[in-house]
């Protein structure tokens, strides 16, 4: 592991993904590595059954999720920050979690993902997969799987 320069570190900000995070934090400091924070707004479903939510509706959904997302990362930037002197940039970005992790492991050059083992999906994870499994078996790089 002594090529690490880039960390991507997905976040729900579940409790395992916290821990992810700090894991992420100590490897960085000792390898001098930047973290790349990213949470992905799932898409939502517009329509189910017979009921859909207007297109108006949806895109306020999506704009407040995403400034509350910014909030949520800036603050967890700021401990690490301020705490490790670590360099740590930040996005939110739309689409399948699984898909845009990936995505931005080959952007960015990406050495190691560092991801929680679980997330905030509760049983839906059990019967479709998590995507930490997801990202273990398609990672172009190693991955740290954290667990509580």
Same mark, same amino acid.
């Given at each position: ?22 894991? @992420?934090?100590? &490897?960085?400091?000792? /390898?001098?590595? *930047? ?10 479903? !517009? ?35 301020? @705490?490790?002197? &670590?360099?740590?940039? /930040?996005?939110? *970005? ?10 931005? !492991? ?43």
């Amino acid at each position: 592991m002594s090529d690490v320069k880039n960390i991507l570190v997905p976040t729900d900000f579940s409790e395992y993904s916290d821990r992810a995070l700090a894991q @992420a934090a100590d &490897i960085a400091g000792k /390898f001098k590595a *930047k973290i790349y924070l990213l949470h992905v707004i799932d898409d939502l479903q !517009q329509c189910a059954v017979d009921y859909c939510i207007s297109e108006e509706v949806m895109e306020q959904v999506r704009q407040k999720s995403e400034i509350t997302s910014r909030e949520k990362l800036q603050k967890e930037v700021d401990k690490i920050s301020a @705490a490790k002197g &670590i360099e740590v940039v /930040f996005d939110v *970005k739309v689409g399948r979690p699984y898909d845009v992790i990936l995505e931005e !492991q080959k952007s960015n050059k990406i050495d190691l993902i560092v991801i929680g083992s679980h997330g905030r999906t509760g049983l839906i994870k059990h019967l479709i997969g998590s995507v930490a499994e997801k990202i273990v078996r398609h990672a172009g790089c190693p991955v740290l799987v954290v667990r509580a």
